[in-house]
């Protein structure tokens, strides 16, 4: 009986450790949370012309506090547009119909989120409801393209009028 | 020559096949022997709670070395604040699963392998089946189902203490920032990945006892008949192991 007892008590606290491991690793080393349990929520959408490499799980922060997460990208095939789904706190339901949402990059080569910025409207955002405002991600290779082609047309101006220059100057003789 | 091959492959095919009866037979079973609680709580503590100190310790270290090669890494890029991350994906994903598996082979596997092995050198099956007790109900299942359940515990036990190594390392003794290790890790770890690490320690526990108890209860009953099922059943846990591991790497990607 004795033996019996410690045995199964060896093996419960062997159980009950195992499993405190296991909602260690589920709850406290990922963003998720107690999500099943997590507060009360609402989505809205927003279309952008690029997301960037957003991506799902991308805090929405508004003022820089984190106020919902994104859920879902997808792509609108009939206005060529990326249709972003972002799931908002209850908490904060009142961010105006006219706010505007960006994408930004957090510090200079890390992830992207969303930040809202509050507009003027009287109306709120509410479940369902979609963010017209919207400014596409900051897309470093398109800006380093930008940057090379100016760089390569001004140094092309510059060739031209010097080969145009004798032409001219024989004209002026 | 190529008789000799053929004859070798059809073997295999043949233990393959023996395996895969032997696993139905288990699962077949399995709900009667799920009745009897008391005999799988037994095993439990003899597979599972009694390998909790190699685990742990085992754990420990492995994070630590984490830590520290994680470290040097990082830091020549500038960004020792991935630490948490990096060694909590390495854990969870890859090294927790797969190290408590090697190590639940060598510790409870070769325990189970030469028990059994041991009661069918001593004629104790045979025994069983003439006092009508079905010896696979009686002994082998609630020690498979023992390996099973307490092969995830060991892993999530493995991939925490590991995490808790990385931490005492990176953060006590290398002095990255304790608030950006862990929130950047919260960040960047995902669910998936904490699924992809239970399933993977659900499998190698299935895989590692069914290895256990099908060499230990065909174990050719002599000493050593014994030895050789003990042998065969870490060697095989081994390769099947880092097998399924690329398997499901694979399938989770």
């Known amino acids: 009986m004795r033996k019996s007892r410690t045995l199964n008590l060896g093996t419960g606290s062997f159980v009950l450790l195992g499993f405190a491991a296991l909602f260690f690793l589920t709850t406290q080393t990922t963003s998720h949370g107690l999500a099943v349990f997590g507060p009360a929520h609402y989505q809205v959408i927003a279309k952008f012309d690029n997301v960037g490499d957003l991506k799902v799980g991308a805090p929405v922060s508004m003022s820089g506090v984190e106020v919902g997460r994104v859920t879902k990208i997808d792509f609108d ?9 972002l799931r908002l706190n209850e908490r904060f339901n009142k961010i105006p119909t006219d706010s505007d949402a960006s994408i930004y990059t957090q510090g200079l080569l890390g992830g992207k989120f969303i930040g809202l910025t ?56 | 020559m190529i008789g000799e ?36 709580s037994q095993q439990i503590f003899n597979s599972g709670a009694l390998s909790l100190i190699i685990i742990m310790l085992s754990g420990l270290f492995v994070g630590m070395v984490l ?38 082979a060598g510790r409870a596997g070769t325990a189970l392998a030469s028990e059994l092995g041991l009661m069918r050198a001593t004629d104790q099956l045979s025994a069983m089946e003439m006092m009508a007790v079905d010896p696979i109900q009686r002994v082998v299942v609630p020690r498979f189902l ?97 097998f399924l591991d690329y398997l499901i790497t694979a399938a989770f990607l």
């Not at chain 1, 095939?77 to 789904?85: G, H, P, Q, R």
């Not at chain 1, 955002?125 to 800006?143: P, R």
């Open chain 1, 77 to 85: 095939s009939n206005e060529y547009k990326a249709v972003v789904l």
């Open chain 1, 118 to 173: 509050a507009g003027g409207a009287d109306t709120y955002l509410k479940d369902g409801s979609q963010i017209d405002f919207t400014q596409s991600a900051f897309v470093l290779e398109n800006l380093i393209g930008q940057v090379l082609a100016n760089f390569t047309k001004q140094k092309a101006d510059e060739q031209a009028p010097a080969r145009a220059d004798p032409k001219a100057t024989e004209k002026t003789k």
């Open chain 2, 5 to 40: 091959l053929w004859e070798s492959f059809t073997d295999a095919l043949e233990g393959l096949g023996s395996v895969v009866h032997f696993l139905f037979r288990l699962v077949g079973n399995t709900p009667r022997v799920l009745l009897r609680f008391s005999l799988i």
């Open chain 2, 67 to 104: 830590g520290l090669q994680g470290f040097q890494l990082l830091q020549r890029f500038g960004s020792e604040e991935a630490l948490g991350t990096a060694a909590t994906i390495g854990l969870v994903k890859e090294l927790g699963p797969v190290v408590t598996a090697l190590l639940f």
């Open chain 2, 146 to 242: 023992g390996g099973v359940i307490a092969m995830p515990l060991l892993a999530g036990i493995f991939s925490v203490i590991g995490i808790y190594g990385a931490q005492l390392v990176g953060v006590q003794i290398m002095g990255v920032d304790s608030g950006s290790f862990w929130s950047q890790m919260r960040s960047a770890v995902s669910l998936s990945d904490v699924t992809e690490g239970i399933v993977k320690s659900f499998v190698f526990g299935v895989a590692c006892s069914l290895i256990a108890v099908y060499q230990g209860y065909y174990a050719t009953p002599t000493a050593e008949g014994v030895g050789r099922a003990t042998t065969t059943t870490v060697v095989t846990s081994a390769v099947v192991i880092l």
